[in-house]
């Protein structure tokens, strides 16, 4: 089992930064791959970002590739998010969630979910 909590989001500007961070409990969160979803109102949650378990590899939405990026610190159990560039489209609630082994774009492939993290981005 693992337990996930999302936080840093926020309002900024267009142009802003704003880094979300996930923090996991459980042993065994270096054998789990992680991923940032997020959820615009009336839309379906989608990909944004996946790292696997040793940090080694990475994979971007190209919505977002060269403006985010993915990272993890498994002795601090903490995933990050950092996004530079902001666009209003970026405005969305977050996830981050984790799958034991390899890393995946569909959603439905991941076991564990956080509850999220609002971020505004204002024109």
């Known amino acids: 089992q693992v337990q996930l909590v999302e936080s840093g989001g926020g309002l900024v500007q267009t142009g802003g930064s704003l880094r979300l961070s996930c923090a996991a409990s459980?042993?065994?969160?270096?054998?789990?791959?992680m991923g940032w979803f997020r959820q615009a109102p009336g839309k379906e949650r989608e990909f944004v970002a996946a790292i696997s378990w040793s940090g080694s590899n990475t994979d971007y939405a190209d919505s977002v590739k060269g403006r985010f990026t993915i990272s993890r610190d498994n002795a601090k159990n903490t995933v990050y998010l950092q996004m530079n560039s902001l666009k209003p489209e970026d405005t969305a609630v977050y996830h981050c969630?984790?799958?034991?082994?390899?890393?995946?774009?569909?959603?439905?492939?991941?076991?564990?979910w956080g509850q999220g993290t609002q971020v505004t981005v204002s024109s």
């Open positions: 969630a984790a799958v034991h082994g390899s890393y995946y774009r569909i959603k439905n492939e991941y076991s564990y």
């Open positions: 459980g042993r065994t969160f270096s054998n789990y791959a």
